[in-house]
C-alpha cells in the first residue's frame, strides 16, 4: 500500500479524543504494519499536515507522542524515521560482521574511509607486540546495516605481515579474503573490551547521530590459529540502533 492509497481524510472528531491523538495512533498503527519498512522514512511535515487536514502545530503534537513511545526519531535536515529495534552483534571468537548481519535478514555493507600506513600508536603496538612506532596499516571503515550506518570501525594491521593488505583493499577485496592470501586462512577473537564514549563531532557526523548521544566502544584483538596477533581494532557503536550480545558459549 502506498502513501498515496493510505487514509488522507481528516481525523473524525471522537468523543474524548483529542485530534493529534488520532492521528498517532494512525501513524502508530501503520509503523507496526511496517508500512514504512523500504525506507524507513516518514513523509515530511507538509505532506502529513495536508494528508490529515491539521496544521503544524496539531501534528508536531502527534509526532511527540510517537517519539514519547520510542516509535520514531527525528534527525535535523533528514526528517523522521522510524526507530528500528536494536540489532543485536554477538560477540564471539568468531565475531563476523557479515554473518552477525546477515542471520537478522539485514544487508550489510562497508564505506572504506581511510587506507594508509602509519607509525603504529602505542596501544595499537602494544597488542599487536610490535615496537613502538613499527609500521602498521590503519583501516577505517564505516560498518553499515540496510544502508543506514551502525558502527566506525578502525583497524590495525602489522605492515611488515600484510604488505600489499592497502592495494588489495582498495580494489574491493574483502579483509577475509584478503588475510586468506596471506596465510590466515581462519582466525579468532582473543578479547574485547567494551566501554561507553562521546562521539567528536566528525563520528556523530558519519554515524548521523546527535553528537550528544553516547556510543558503545569496542576494542578488540583477532589472533590467528596460532595466537599471533594479526588485527587490533576499536569500533564505535550507535548506542540506539546496536545491542552487544556476548556469546558466553563461544568465548569460553
Same mark, same amino acid.
Given at each position: %500500500?502506498?502513501?498515496?492509497?493510505?487514509?488522507?481524510? +481528516? *481525523?473524525?472528531?471522537?468523543?474524548?479524543?483529542?485530534?493529534?491523538?488520532? !492521528?498517532?495512533?494512525?501513524?502508530?498503527?501503520?509503523?507496526?504494519?511496517?508500512?514504512?519498512?523500504?525506507?524507513?522514512?516518514? #513523509?515530511?511535515?507538509?505532506?502529513?499536515?495536508? @494528508?490529515?487536514?491539521? $496544521?503544524?502545530?496539531?501534528?508536531?503534537?502527534? &509526532?511527540?507522542?510517537?517519539?514519547?513511545?520510542?516509535?520514531?526519531?527525528?534527525? *535535523?535536515?533528514?526528517? %523522521?524515521?522510524?526507530?528500528?529495534?536494536?540489532?543485536?552483534?554477538?560477540?564471539?571468537?568468531?565475531?563476523?560482521?557479515?554473518? $552477525?548481519?546477515?542471520?537478522?535478514?539485514?544487508?550489510?555493507?562497508?564505506?572504506?574511509?581511510? +587506507?594508509?600506513? %602509519?607509525?603504529?600508536?602505542? @596501544?595499537?603496538?602494544?597488542?599487536?607486540?610490535?615496537?613502538?612506532?613499527? #609500521?602498521?596499516?590503519? &583501516?577505517? %571503515?564505516?560498518?553499515?546495516? $540496510?544502508?543506514?550506518?551502525?558502527?566506525?570501525?578502525?583497524?590495525?594491521? *602489522?605492515?611488515? @605481515?600484510?604488505?600489499?593488505?592497502?592495494?588489495?583493499? $582498495?580494489?574491493?577485496?574483502? !579483509?577475509?579474503?584478503?588475510?586468506?592470501?596471506?596465510?590466515?586462512?581462519?582466525?579468532?577473537?582473543?578479547?574485547?573490551? !567494551?566501554?561507553?564514549?562521546?562521539?567528536?563531532?566528525?563520528?556523530?557526523?558519519?554515524?548521523?547521530? *546527535?553528537?550528544?548521544?553516547?556510543?558503545?566502544?569496542?576494542?578488540?584483538?583477532?589472533?590467528?590459529?596460532?595466537?599471533? #596477533?594479526?588485527?587490533?581494532?576499536?569500533?564505535?557503536?550507535?548506542?540506539?540502533?546496536?545491542?552487544?550480545?556476548?556469546?558466553?558459549?563461544?568465548?569460553?
Amino acid at each position: %500500500m502506498t502513501f498515496g492509497q493510505r487514509i488522507t481524510s +481528516a *481525523p473524525g472528531r471522537r468523543s474524548g479524543v483529542t485530534v493529534w491523538r488520532q !492521528i498517532a495512533d494512525t501513524l502508530s498503527t501503520e509503523i507496526r504494519d511496517r508500512t514504512y519498512a523500504g525506507t524507513g522514512r516518514l #513523509p515530511g511535515e507538509v505532506e502529513l499536515s495536508a @494528508r490529515f487536514g491539521v $496544521n503544524r502545530h496539531t501534528l508536531r503534537q502527534a &509526532v511527540a507522542a510517537l517519539q514519547s513511545d520510542g516509535l520514531v526519531r527525528i534527525e *535535523p535536515g533528514r526528517g %523522521m524515521f522510524v526507530q528500528h529495534e536494536l540489532l543485536d552483534y554477538a560477540l564471539s571468537r568468531r565475531t563476523r560482521f557479515t554473518e $552477525n548481519l546477515l542471520r537478522q535478514g539485514l544487508l550489510p555493507s562497508k564505506q572504506l574511509l581511510t +587506507a594508509r600506513e %602509519m607509525p603504529a600508536p602505542e @596501544r595499537a603496538a602494544k597488542e599487536l607486540r610490535l615496537a613502538k612506532a613499527d #609500521p602498521v596499516l590503519m &583501516v577505517e %571503515m564505516l560498518d553499515e546495516a $540496510n544502508e543506514q550506518p551502525i558502527g566506525l570501525a578502525t583497524a590495525y594491521f *602489522p605492515a611488515q @605481515r600484510f604488505a600489499g593488505l592497502l592495494e588489495m583493499l $582498495n580494489e574491493g577485496t574483502c !579483509i577475509t579474503d584478503i588475510l586468506k592470501h596471506f596465510g590466515v586462512q581462519d582466525y579468532l577473537r582473543d578479547r574485547s573490551h !567494551i566501554t561507553t564514549q562521546m562521539p567528536s563531532d566528525e563520528t556523530a557526523r558519519l554515524l548521523r547521530q *546527535p553528537s550528544t548521544r553516547p556510543l558503545l566502544c569496542v576494542e578488540s584483538v583477532d589472533v590467528d590459529m596460532a595466537g599471533v #596477533p594479526i588485527k587490533y581494532g576499536e569500533t564505535f557503536f550507535c548506542g540506539d540502533r546496536v545491542q552487544l550480545v556476548i556469546d558466553q558459549g563461544e568465548q569460553a
